[in-house]
């Protein structure tokens, strides 16, 4: 599974970016997406996650500014991001994580696609 991660730039306080995942590889069935963001010298922390089924989580600091949405025809996810702050600021990573069949306990693998730097100046 590859992840390729596109979408982000510059953008003034207040604007909107559309972050896209497009995704090569078969994807198993019970995966989860994501995105996670990461600034140099803090750990990666979730912004969203959407699970197979449909159910959406985010990080607290979203608070109904973001969006993520699964384009199953064209294999991509989304991040709709609007009224950015410059704590917005930061590489954003896409993600799937996906349970290993028949594996218990369960075990997971992860892939990540090679980020995409999101600047939002004020």
């Known amino acids: 599974v590859q992840l390729q991660a596109s979408g982000g730039g510059l953008v003034q306080a207040g604007g909107s970016l559309r972050l896209s995942c497009v995704l090569n590889?078969?994807?198993?069935?019970?995966?989860?997406m994501g995105w996670y963001r990461q600034t140099t010298g803090t750990q990666r922390e979730l912004v969203a996650t959407?699970?197979?089924?449909?159910?959406?989580n985010y990080g607290g600091f979203v608070r109904g500014r973001f969006t993520i949405s699964r384009d199953y025809a064209n294999n991509t996810v989304y991040l709709q991001m609007n009224s950015l702050k410059p704590e917005d600021t930061a590489v954003y990573f896409c993600?799937?994580?996906?349970?290993?069949?028949?594996?218990?306990?369960?075990?997971?693998?992860?892939?990540w696609g090679q980020g995409t730097l999101v600047t939002v100046s004020s």
């Open positions: 959407l699970a197979s089924g449909g159910t959406t």
């Open positions: 590889g078969p994807i198993p069935r019970w995966s989860t």
């Open positions: 993600n799937v994580n996906s349970r290993i069949p028949f594996s218990l306990p369960a075990r997971y693998n992860d892939y």
